[in-house]
């Protein structure tokens, strides 16, 4: 199954640069590593925002649900999720 995945992060104004670094660092560990498994094929950063559109390709939504409130950023995020189906157009397969 695949979704369309908005995430807007939104980090506190405050939040210490030692946490924050920390933070982005796992947040980058985690996303390349479900990239290589192949769940997470496409990241793109939207352009003059701090977020991202990306395609998720899983089993399940509670798949999904799982990956995405294990991100560690998961709480400073803002996600907006859009299942996607087969356009009937489409001449791929
Ligand atoms: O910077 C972002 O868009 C948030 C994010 C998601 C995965 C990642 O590595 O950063």
Same mark, same amino acid.
């Given at each position: 199954?695949?979704?369309?995945?908005?995430?807007?992060?939104?980090?506190?104004?405050?939040?210490?640069?030692? +946490?924050?670094?920390? %933070?982005?660092?796992? =947040?980058?560990?985690?996303?390349?590593?479900?990239?290589? !498994? #192949?769940?997470?094929?496409?990241?793109?950063?939207?352009?003059?925002?701090? +977020?991202?559109?990306? %395609?998720?390709?899983? =089993?399940?939504?509670?798949?999904?649900?799982?990956?995405? !409130? #294990?991100?560690?950023?998961?709480?400073?995020?803002?996600?907006?999720?859009?299942?996607?189906?087969?356009?009937?157009?489409?001449?791929?397969?």
């Amino acid at each position: 199954m695949l979704f369309h995945v908005r995430m807007d992060v939104r980090l506190p104004h405050d939040l210490d640069p030692d +946490a924050k670094a920390e %933070i982005i660092a796992r =947040e980058k560990a985690y996303a390349q590593e479900l990239q290589r !498994s #192949g769940k997470w094929p496409q990241i793109w950063r939207i352009v003059g925002e701090y +977020a991202n559109i990306s %395609i998720f390709d899983v =089993e399940s939504n509670d798949e999904l649900h799982t990956l995405l !409130s #294990g991100l560690p950023l998961f709480q400073y995020m803002d996600i907006e999720v859009t299942p996607l189906a087969k356009h009937p157009s489409d001449i791929k397969d």
